[in-house]
Structure formats: structure tokens, C-alpha cells
């Protein structure tokens, strides 16, 4: 390998240097239609599954077919996206929040020629690359962090976690038959990388043992202060171990205050929570973003942990499939998750989602519990 | 032939969602052959051995991957994450695997020219792995080593005129909805008006200085989109004042069957006709709507949750009167729990004629206020929460409205000030005391 300069000169940085100039004005990237009719839209309607009609007040109509991906995606699989772009939808594709492809289309046969044809485009492995759906009262993308293919602080994986269940679910993502649209996110770690905490359903992966402790080398490697004001519970002080007749400065952890978040090890490389046995997955359910009908909510934890059960997690993904069809089952038109089970309480989501409820769920962590707790003799038996 | 054996990985591959284990031996296998004769600058079987660490991980139960070091482009403390793996030896393709963060067009629209050029960027000189996109909206690319990366930096700015997004302690890269581009609903170009901040702050986008992450998001609509309102330290959400404008005879298509409501998003199962009475007038949160033949709406009582203009889009537009409400301080739970954005400005004209100055005015002094008062990583939704709603109000400089709580507080803790008494707090004991005996 011969090294290939781009033009930069290491022994002079700052010649020629560009700095601070953002992205490029997205104006450049908007198909004509799209362009022509920017802020005159009238209205849209979902012609079938994946794809969307939008008319503008000019009478302009531009359709769009939208699929799924599984976001890590390589410059191989991004080129097959652009041909498929350059022969359909004149050279633009839009990727959605929940990362969705977007082709713009002229006409409703042309819609349909390219659903087919994404439907058509399959992996070796037999897997689709571009499952067209995503619309509507259903299932969409789910949005995720990167587990174990890149991060550091994982209690799972991302990529593997999501495509184990859009698989079990995967016939909401072509269909439109839920009461209302119900988002999955997925977030490795407490971090929330993926902000998965107001989702329908949320995969959370976590940590269940307290930090170990890497002694010999904790002073080298971490600023103790940082790792100690890095702890929102007060568990790690400053300490002094002896090893071998040497002294070591060094944090201690009271672990019982541990409520596992991982926040030391993000300050402190010498204080790793990963464990085979420890780590595993928190389901949330009943979270919105959207202020239609009821106002924003927080996802609420109702399975505290599931073990990792690589490579596709079954115990988890047959959980999720039980919550999501007895919602599908019971509630009513446009009623969100968390909507329907805040309207049969949740004494009965856990009767007819049948998942246990345990003392982990009571919640135990500062104010906020507090509002949690039921203050009333209203409730079901 | 794969490098490595891995038989768990391998059980991705089947089932209909698109699997990431197939599209990355895919990519394997292209830079084996290397039919391009490309001059890879990073190792060619970077790849497989990012499969081969993955399925250590499935068996392990446990990440590979250490803590960043610290690694950039000159000059800036962002947009570049270190990333090492904690089996070299095994996987020396992915040894040195950095993050690159790019910052993408608003509303991640592309030409498949501007693709194709950052794809040729990222064979040469990184994994050929990306994120499109990661969750704060950037592109992500996945993985190269430290002498690539003023190169990447180079060729981005000066052959693709595109810059890096953020991380660290700084603003991170903003995000939007599609906005106007395509939605009726968008009540603000949010589009234009991220573009016009994200330029105005580029040195806080790429240099920390603040006590932790800030994030902007930009939803055109209260529909939320972008989870502006969940995700971001300031939400600017679309929305309007004035009135629902009412197509009464596309209401009565609806009513009469003719169009399906919830622009067809429920079309897959039978729910039965459509009842106006049901599946709109009842479902309104605050009880405006009525209908006997003619659909009115009191837009005086109206919270614009979008419920009615949802279900029925050719019937119901939003109003003209139109700008964006500012929420500030959401964040995920770490570490003090998660919190959801709260209303700071009610209601603000989004006025590109003035370059936007009303907002940037909030938002600095935002920044301001927590610069001063905020701790070392601690999101502006935590210093809000330590010392008070009220507090931010005046910093930001916004009037007190009743808009910005839900109910009054619950306790009468009052933090008077001597300002807010007659005749102060100062008082003399001798006075005092020719009305009590000690």
C-alpha cells in the first residue's frame, strides 16, 4: 500500500486548511418537484403500504416509495442504492429519522414498478435490501445505537438485537393493520445513544454488576476526582489498595449504591461493568414523541431484564411479539401503545400481556418515583 | 473465503430484514477481489475482521472495543471518536477503527453524485462501513486509522465543500424534519432555519466549550418527527395561532366515505366506516371540535395536537399564522432520569428576513446561563431541573407566561427576593425591638 496524499502537508497544517463550512445547503439535493413545490404542499394520502402520494397546490403529484435498511450499510450496498436512484427516481434518495430509503417517483405506475423492483433485490443470504413498507398505522425502521460493532460501553449488541426483531415483526413493516403507528428503538446502554426512552417499545440493553475494579492501573489510566463526581449516586470514593507490598491510588465502590449505569467507565477506562452474565436487555413500552391526542411520554420499563441470547435473542423478540399483537388485539383506532395500556391501567397490560411484575419495576430512583406510585384506591383487580 | 469462521453471525443472514451481516461480507468479499484496483489506505480485510470481532462478542457476551483515545483533525475538538479494538492481534483490520462524523444535508436529502463521491472517499481511505444515519442525524463513518484522517478531512472540505459534525462537550451536529420540502404540515422552514443556525455556530460545533453535549432539533410540526421534544437541549417545534382553515366538502367526503381518513394509514385491516363523531370529535384533547353536517372547530380552545388535521389532511389545513414553540432541556435518563423538553417560548416568529435574530438572541443567552452555572457534564435539562425553571425564564430573557407549566407549583416555597418586598429586606433590631421586649 502506497500512501496517497490527499494534498495536506502535516508539516504545514494550516495552508490551505478549510475550516467551519457545515454541510452542504440542502436546496442542492431537493429533486425538481420537491424543489418546485417547497412549503406549497396541500396534502398527502398512503396509496398502499411504502408508498405516499403528496400533492401540491400547483396540482404537482410526486410519489414516494419508501424501504427499509438496516443503517449499517456499506459503500457496496450505498452504490446498488444510487444506481437504483440514477434508473428510477432521476438521481436523489432521501434517507429518513428512522433510517428509511426515500425515491422520489413521477407517477403511481412508476411507484409500483419500483416497489417491485426494491422487493425483487435480495442478499446472498437470502435477506431483502430494500423491503419497501414502513408506512402508516404499522411498524417503521427501527432506530438503534451500535452495540457490540463499535462502542464501547455495550450491554448487547445493536445491529443483531434490531434484526432479530424486525424479522418476528416484520409483517407490520409491510402492513398497515396496528391501531396506530408503534416506533421500536433499541439503545446498547443507558447512554441512549438512540434517546429510545419515549418509544412505543424500547430495547435497552444493561449492565446488572457494579464496576470491576483495575487497581494496578486505575491511577494511570483515569483522573479519580472525575471518576468520582461521575457517579450520580455517590458509590465511588477515592481509595488506597495495597498489591504485592505496593501501594495503589485507587476509587472503592459501594456497591449496593451501584445502580449500573456506566457512567464511571466512561470516565474511567479502568472500571469496566461488561459481563456475559450481568449484562442483557431491559424492555420499555408505552413512550411518544408526537403531541396528537395525548400529550408526549416517557417509555416505562415492564420487563427489568432478559439475558443476551446471541445471535437472535429469542426470549426477547417473543416478548415483543406478545405485547405488540395483544395491542393489535385490543385497542382501539389511532390509540398509541401507551395510550391503550393507560386506558386499561397497567395492572391489566401485565394480566393480558402476560409478563410478570416484579419489585424491580416499582421504581426506587429519587422524585420521579414518587410520581410513579399510585396515590388512590382507584384500581382494577 | 471468509477470514474468519462465524457460524452466529451467519444465522443473521437469514430471515426478510435487511441483514447487516450479509451487506458487510458482501463488502468483504468486494475488497478481496478489489476488481477497481483501488490503493486501500486502511487494511482490505478490515471487513472481516470487524465480522470476526462481532462474533467473539456474540459468543463472549461482551464488547471488544476499548475506549477512544484522543484523535481528531487540527484544530478541532469534535467530530472525530478514537476507536481501538481490545484484540489486536486477532483483528489487526480493525486495531485502529475511528469514527468520522460528516455533517449531512438537512432533511438527509442526496443526489447520488454527492454519494457516490463520499463512498469513493471512503473505500480509499476508510472501512467502506457506514451508519446512514447515526441517531443525532449525522453520517457515520465507521472505521479508519489516525493517519487517514486529516486526509478524509482534507478531501471533504475541499473537493466535497462538506465539513465534520460534532461530539464531545460541544453543540452536536443540529437535525431536522423534512419540513417544507415535503410536508403540508410544516408550520416554519425548519430546514432553512437548522442550515442558518448550524453555519452561525460552527466554532460550537466543532470546538467544545460547554459544560456538556447541546443539541438541537428542529420539528416543523408538533407531530415531532425528529423527537425534537424528547431528544434535544433545544426543540424547536412548529406551530401555529390562528385558525384551522376547513374544506367543509372535503369534510363531507370524508364523512360520506369517499376519501379514506388517516391518508389511507390504516388501510390494512377493516375498521369499519368512518364516524366523524367517533374517530374525531371525541378523540380532540381539549373538546373543540363539534359536528352536525358542518365540522366547526373553537380555535380559541384548540392545543393544535394535529389529531384532526391527521385524519382528515384534504379536509383541515393548519393555520397561517404560523412560527415555531421553543422547548429546552430533554434529554435520555443519564444521569439524573430521562426529561422531556420544557416549554420555554410559547410562541416565536420564524423570520429569515432578520437572519433569524429573535431565536439566536434565545439561544445564546441560554448559553450564557448555563456556561455560568452549569456543572462539568451536566446537560442544560439538569441545570434547569438544580435550580430552577424560573431562573432559565430570566436568563433567556422570555416573559413569564402560564404557558410554560402545566399547573402551579404545589408548595408556597416562594424564593422571594428583597426586590419583590416593600421596603427590602434590611430592618433595623433596635426598632424592632421598641415593639417586643427581649
Given at each position: 500500500?502506497?500512501?496517497i496524499?490527499s494534498?495536506y502537508?502535516p508539516?504545514?497544517?494550516?495552508e490551505g486548511?478549510?475550516?467551519?463550512?457545515?454541510?452542504?445547503h440542502?436546496?442542492?439535493?431537493?429533486?425538481?418537484?420537491?424543489?418546485?413545490?417547497?412549503g406549497?404542499?396541500?396534502?398527502h394520502?398512503?396509496?398502499?403500504p411504502?408508498?405516499l402520494?403528496h400533492?401540491?397546490d400547483?396540482g404537482d403529484?410526486?410519489?414516494?416509495?419508501?424501504?427499509g435498511t438496516?443503517r449499517?450499510?456499506?459503500v457496496?450496498?450505498?452504490?446498488?442504492?444510487c444506481?437504483?436512484?440514477d434508473?428510477?427516481?432521476g438521481?436523489?434518495?432521501?434517507?429518513?429519522?428512522?433510517?428509511n430509503?426515500?425515491f422520489q417517483?413521477?407517477t403511481e405506475?412508476k411507484?409500483?414498478e419500483?416497489?417491485?423492483?426494491?422487493?425483487?433485490q435480495?442478499f446472498d443470504g437470502g435477506s431483502?435490501?430494500?423491503?419497501v413498507?414502513g408506512?402508516g398505522?404499522?411498524?417503521t425502521n427501527?432506530?438503534?445505537?451500535q452495540?457490540?460493532?463499535?462502542?464501547?460501553t455495550p450491554?448487547t449488541?445493536?445491529s443483531g438485537t434490531?434484526?432479530?426483531?424486525?424479522?418476528?415483526?416484520?409483517?407490520?413493516f409491510?402492513?398497515?393493520?396496528?391501531?396506530a403507528?408503534?416506533?421500536i428503538s433499541?439503545?446498547?446502554?443507558l447512554?441512549?445513544?438512540?434517546?429510545v426512552?419515549?418509544?412505543d417499545i424500547a430495547i435497552?440493553?444493561?449492565h446488572?454488576k457494579p464496576?470491576?475494579l483495575?487497581?494496578?492501573y486505575l491511577?494511570?489510566?483515569?483522573?479519580i476526582?472525575?471518576?468520582?463526581a461521575a457517579?450520580p449516586?455517590g458509590a465511588v470514593r477515592?481509595s488506597k489498595?495495597e498489591?504485592?507490598?505496593e501501594?495503589?491510588k485507587?476509587?472503592?465502590?459501594?456497591?449496593?449504591?451501584?445502580?449500573?449505569?456506566g457512567?464511571c467507565?466512561?470516565m474511567?477506562?479502568?472500571m469496566?461493568?461488561a459481563?456475559?452474565?450481568?449484562d442483557g436487555?431491559a424492555l420499555?413500552v408505552?413512550?411518544k414523541i408526537?403531541?396528537r391526542?395525548?400529550?408526549p411520554?416517557?417509555s416505562?420499563?415492564?420487563v427489568?431484564?432478559i439475558p443476551?441470547e446471541?445471535?437472535?435473542?429469542p426470549?426477547?423478540?417473543?416478548?415483543?411479539?406478545?405485547?405488540?399483537?395483544?395491542y393489535?388485539?385490543d385497542?382501539?383506532?389511532?390509540?398509541?401503545?401507551?395510550?391503550w395500556?393507560n386506558r386499561?391501567?397497567?395492572?391489566?397490560?401485565f394480566?393480558?400481556?402476560?409478563?410478570?411484575?416484579s419489585e424491580h419495576?416499582?421504581d426506587?430512583f429519587?422524585d420521579?418515583?414518587?410520581?410513579t406510585w399510585r396515590?388512590t384506591t382507584?384500581?382494577?383487580w | 473465503?471468509?477470514k474468519?469462521?462465524?457460524?452466529?453471525?451467519?444465522?443473521?443472514e437469514?430471515g426478510p430484514?435487511?441483514?447487516?451481516?450479509s451487506?458487510v461480507k458482501?463488502?468483504?468479499?468486494?475488497r478481496?477481489?478489489?476488481?477497481?484496483g483501488?490503493?486501500y489506505?486502511i487494511?482490505?480485510d478490515?471487513?472481516d475482521?470487524l465480522?470476526?470481532v462481532l462474533?467473539?462478542s456474540?459468543t463472549?457476551?461482551e464488547?471488544h472495543?476499548?475506549?477512544?483515545?484522543?484523535?481528531g483533525?487540527f484544530?478541532?475538538?469534535?467530530?472525530v471518536?478514537?476507536?481501538?479494538c481490545?484484540?489486536?492481534e486477532?483483528?489487526p483490520?480493525?486495531a485502529?477503527?475511528?469514527?468520522?462524523?460528516v455533517?449531512q444535508?438537512?432533511?438527509?436529502?442526496?443526489?447520488?453524485?454527492l454519494?457516490?463521491s463520499?463512498m469513493?472517499?471512503w473505500?480509499?481511505?476508510?472501512?467502506?462501513?457506514?451508519?446512514?444515519?447515526g441517531?443525532t442525524?449525522?453520517?457515520?463513518?465507521?472505521?479508519?486509522t489516525?493517519?487517514?484522517?486529516?486526509?478524509?478531512?482534507w478531501?471533504?472540505t475541499?473537493?466535497?465543500d462538506?465539513d465534520?459534525?460534532?461530539?464531545g462537550?460541544?453543540?452536536?451536529?443540529?437535525?431536522?424534519c423534512?419540513?417544507?420540502?415535503?410536508c403540508e404540515y410544516?408550520?416554519?422552514?425548519?430546514?432553512?432555519?437548522?442550515?442558518?443556525l448550524?453555519?452561525?455556530?460552527q466554532?460550537?460545533l466543532?470546538?467544545?466549550?460547554?459544560?456538556y453535549?447541546f443539541?438541537?432539533k428542529f420539528d416543523a410540526?408538533?407531530?415531532?418527527?425528529v423527537a425534537a421534544?424528547?431528544?434535544?437541549?433545544?426543540?424547536?417545534?412548529?406551530?401555529?395561532?390562528?385558525?384551522?382553515?376547513?374544506?367543509?366538502?372535503?369534510?363531507?367526503?370524508?364523512?360520506?366515505?369517499?376519501?379514506?381518513?388517516?391518508?389511507?394509514?390504516h388501510?390494512?385491516r377493516?375498521?369499519?366506516?368512518?364516524d366523524?363523531?367517533?374517530?374525531?370529535v371525541?378523540l380532540?384533547?381539549?373538546?373543540?371540535?363539534s359536528y352536525?353536517?358542518k365540522?366547526?372547530?373553537d380555535?380559541?380552545?384548540?392545543?393544535r395536537?394535529m389529531?384532526?388535521?391527521?385524519?382528515?389532511?384534504?379536509?383541515l389545513r393548519?393555520?397561517q399564522?404560523?412560527?415555531?414553540?421553543?422547548?429546552?432541556g430533554a434529554k435520555a435518563p443519564?444521569l439524573?432520569g430521562?426529561q422531556m423538553g420544557?416549554l420555554l417560548?410559547p410562541?416565536i416568529?420564524?423570520?429569515k428576513?432578520?437572519?433569524y435574530?429573535a431565536i439566536?438572541?434565545?439561544?445564546?443567552?441560554?448559553w450564557?446561563?448555563w456556561?455560568?452555572?452549569?456543572?462539568?457534564r451536566?446537560?442544560?435539562?439538569?441545570?434547569?431541573k438544580?435550580?430552577?425553571?424560573a431562573a432559565?425564564?430570566n436568563a433567556a430573557g422570555?416573559p413569564?407566561?402560564?404557558?410554560?407549566?402545566?399547573e402551579?407549583?404545589?408548595?408556597?416555597?416562594?424564593?422571594?427576593?428583597a426586590?419583590?418586598?416593600?421596603g427590602?429586606?434590611e430592618?433595623?433590631i433596635n426598632?424592632?425591638?421598641?415593639r417586643h421586649?427581649?
Open positions: 500500500m502506497a500512501f496524499s494534498g502537508d508539516s504545514k497544517p494550516m486548511r478549510i475550516s467551519d463550512i457545515g454541510p452542504r440542502f436546496g442542492e439535493y431537493l429533486p425538481p418537484v420537491i424543489k418546485d413545490n417547497f406549497k404542499w396541500a396534502y394520502e398512503i396509496i398502499e411504502g408508498v402520494l400533492v401540491a400547483s403529484k410526486t410519489y414516494t416509495v419508501r424501504a438496516a449499517l450499510m456499506t457496496t450496498h450505498i452504490r446498488e442504492i444506481d437504483i436512484a434508473k428510477f427516481s438521481g436523489y434518495v432521501r434517507f429518513t429519522t428512522r433510517n430509503l426515500e417517483v413521477e405506475e411507484a409500483k419500483l416497489k417491485a423492483f426494491l422487493n425483487d435480495k431483502y435490501k430494500f423491503p413498507g408506512t398505522a404499522g411498524v427501527i432506530v438503534h445505537t452495540g457490540w460493532v463499535h462502542c464501547h450491554a449488541d445493536a434490531v434484526k432479530a426483531t424486525m424479522d418476528v415483526v416484520f409483517d407490520d409491510q402492513d398497515m393493520k396496528l391501531p403507528p408503534v416506533r433499541m439503545a446498547c446502554c447512554n441512549m445513544c438512540g434517546a426512552h419515549c418509544s435497552l440493553g444493561i446488572r464496576p470491576i483495575d487497581h494496578e491511577d494511570n489510566l483515569c483522573e476526582p472525575l471518576a468520582v457517579c449516586t477515592p489498595v498489591i504485592n507490598g501501594t495503589y485507587t476509587v472503592a465502590v459501594k456497591e449496593e449504591r451501584c445502580m449500573f449505569c457512567n467507565y466512561t474511567c477506562p479502568s469496566p461493568l459481563d456475559k452474565e450481568g436487555i420499555m408505552g413512550g408526537s403531541n391526542i395525548t400529550k411520554a416517557f416505562k420499563v415492564v427489568p431484564f443476551n446471541p445471535p437472535r435473542w426470549t426477547m423478540t417473543k416478548v415483543i411479539k406478545k405485547i405488540l399483537d395483544t393489535a388485539a385497542a382501539n383506532k389511532y390509540e398509541r401503545l401507551g395510550d395500556a386499561i391501567g397497567w395492572e391489566r397490560f394480566e393480558k400481556c402476560d409478563l410478570p411484575f419495576l416499582i426506587d429519587r420521579p418515583a414518587y410520581y396515590q382507584q384500581f382494577k | 473465503m471468509a474468519h469462521k462465524t457460524p452466529l453471525l451467519d444465522q443473521l437469514s430484514w435487511p441483514s447487516f451481516v451487506d458482501q463488502e468483504a468479499d468486494a478481496a477481489k478489489n476488481e477497481k483501488i490503493d489506505q487494511p482490505v478490515c471487513p475482521d465480522l470476526g462474533e467473539m456474540y463472549d457476551g464488547t472495543w476499548k475506549h477512544g483515545g484522543i484523535v483533525v484544530g478541532y475538538g469534535g467530530g471518536i478514537g476507536r481501538y481490545d484484540q489486536p486477532m483483528f483490520g480493525v485502529h477503527f475511528h469514527t468520522v462524523r455533517a444535508p438537512n432533511g438527509k436529502w442526496y443526489n447520488t453524485q454519494l457516490r463520499l469513493d472517499i473505500e480509499l481511505r476508510g472501512s467502506g462501513l457506514t451508519n446512514m444515519h441517531a442525524g449525522d453520517i457515520v463513518f465507521l472505521g479508519t489516525t493517519p487517514q484522517l486529516e486526509e478524509i478531512f478531501e471533504l475541499h473537493d466535497l462538506i465534520l459534525g460534532g461530539s462537550s460541544n453543540l452536536r451536529t443540529p437535525a431536522t423534512l419540513g417544507m420540502s415535503r410544516a408550520c416554519y422552514d425548519s430546514q432553512e432555519l437548522c442550515y442558518n448550524t453555519m452561525e455556530y466554532d460550537e466543532h470546538r467544545p466549550a460547554f459544560p453535549k443539541k438541537f410540526c408538533p407531530n415531532g418527527c421534544i424528547a431528544r434535544s437541549d433545544l426543540s424547536f417545534i412548529g406551530t401555529w395561532k390562528d385558525e384551522i382553515r376547513i374544506d367543509q366538502e372535503a369534510v363531507a367526503a370524508y364523512v360520506g366515505g369517499e376519501i379514506a381518513p388517516n391518508a389511507g394509514a388501510a390494512g377493516d375498521w369499519g366506516k368512518f366523524i363523531q367517533k374517530e374525531v371525541d380532540c384533547p381539549s373538546k373543540c371540535i352536525d353536517g365540522l366547526t372547530i380555535n380559541k380552545e384548540c392545543v395536537c389529531h384532526c388535521i391527521n385524519t382528515m389532511p384534504k379536509a393548519i393555520g399564522e404560523t412560527g415555531c414553540s421553543i422547548l429546552c443519564i439524573d430521562p420544557s417560548v410562541f416568529e420564524v423570520n428576513d432578520d437572519d435574530q439566536k438572541d434565545i439561544v445564546e443567552n441560554v450564557d446561563w456556561m455560568e452555572e452549569g456543572k462539568n451536566e446537560r442544560i435539562g439538569e441545570t434547569m438544580r435550580l430552577g425553571m432559565l425564564v422570555v413569564v407566561d402560564a404557558r410554560q407549566v402545566q402551579p407549583r404545589h408548595n408556597p416555597y416562594i424564593f422571594w427576593k426586590e419583590d418586598v416593600d427590602g429586606w430592618r433595623d426598632d424592632f425591638r421598641t421586649q427581649r
